[in-house]
């Protein structure tokens, strides 16, 4: 089934074209990694598909529908900087969610905090910036929701913490649903992705399975990623 | 246990020597039900597709076989599995033969490093 749907999509600041002629199918079931280098694209990409930046032109169709209203239902939007109130508690924050999204399981969420060892009568701004972000990709992850995007949720965690996150999203996600975690981390991260999509300059250069990918060029993706890009 | 994966080799074809070192070493035996795809990618902390993908692969060969609403099974066929465990055998003392070769060391000389290993 056809999930997520971008045809022909370009998108220019002035005269300058930020992405240029997207065209991208994703199916239901997918873990999939939006990897590129740090202004390629990747979060105007997702901003797009979030409805929060206006294509210049081209179509987006999510399970058919054009992005909107009904769309923002169904996708659950990790964003790369936070936008919840620090002054909250988390057990508050918990609770806006529960009346903001139809879709969010707070008994799942509570589990996974405490799993993280996260206390939810703490402040989020008396929290580090990893356990921030840990609650962060809680609240995103407890939604029942058939995209799930999440915009470099890894930058500000250790290693230890990584790998948990990435079990979380590996034990959450259901055939249903589809993954897209944008990162430029990407040996920390491959391991659990279906497919990769390579973007630079605003272009798709590689929308591939991953372990084709690994088998065709005999390497890593971490290494194909590098040898294309020279960084 | 935790499982280290090589990103310079498919996940799934490094699934499938976890795979086989279980059937060889009798982790799970002949005519025994396998755990789901999603308890072994769960314990494998892969992706259920690729988990799947080794899992398919290992049905091609015949060692496992899918009862259409039981589940996953090791093959009943005990020859299968010798057969597998012969020819795993083989491939390991093969690349010993040759880190032996690429250090000027002959067959023979090769052997007699083997005995001088203790168990």
Redesign the interface.
């Known amino acids: 089934m056809e999930l997520l749907k971008i045809n022909n999509l370009n998108k220019k600041f002035d005269d300058k074209y930020i992405l240029k002629d997207i065209n991208l199918t994703i199916s239901n079931g997918k873990i999939i990694g939006l990897l590129g280098k740090n202004g390629a694209g990747k979060t105007t990409l997702i901003k797009i598909i979030n409805d929060l930046l206006t294509p210049t032109s081209g179509e987006i169709l999510i399970k058919g529908n054009k992005v909107g209203v009904e769309t923002k239902k169904i996708i659950s939007y990790l964003p790369e900087r936070t936008y919840l109130n620090k002054q909250m508690k988390v057990k508050e924050i918990l609770n806006y969610f529960a009346d903001f999204y139809e879709n969010f399981d707070i008994q799942k969420a509570k589990k996974l905090l405490e799993d993280l060892d996260l206390d939810i009568n703490q402040n989020l701004s008396k929290m580090s910036k990893g356990m921030q972000e840990k609650v962060g990709l809680v609240l995103v992850m407890s939604r029942e929701a058939d995209l799930y995007i999440l915009d470099e949720p890894l930058g500000g965690v250790d290693p230890a913490t990584r790998d948990y996150i990435l079990d979380t999203i590996l034990s959450n996600f259901n055939e249903n649903a589809s993954v897209i975690i944008s990162t430029h981390l990407i040996s920390d991260i491959e391991r659990i992705l279906d497919e990769v999509i390579f973007i630079d300059n605003g272009s798709i250069a590689i929308h591939s399975n991953t372990d084709e990918l690994r088998t065709k060029e005999n390497a890593s993706i971490d290494e194909i990623f590098r040898r294309m890009f020279k960084c | 246990m935790e499982f280290v ?9 490094q699934l499938l020597d976890y795979l086989k070192i279980y059937l060889i070493s009798g982790v799970f035996k002949s005519g025994e039900k396998l755990p789901s795809v999603r308890e072994f ?2 314990s494998f ?6 988990m799947q ?1 080794a899992l398919s692969e290992l049905e091609s060969m015949k060692l496992i076989y899918t009862e259409r609403t039981n589940g996953k099974f090791v093959t009943e066929d005990k020859e299968l599995i010798e057969k597998l465990k012969d020819e795993y055998a083989l491939t390991l003392a093969k690349s010993y033969f040759q880190g032996m070769k690429r250090i000027g060391l002959g067959k023979a000389e090769s052997i007699k490093y083997l005995e001088r290993i203790d168990e």
């Open positions: 994966f090589d990103n310079n080799i498919p996940i799934y074809i990618a769960t902390k892969v992706n259920p597709n690729t993908k």
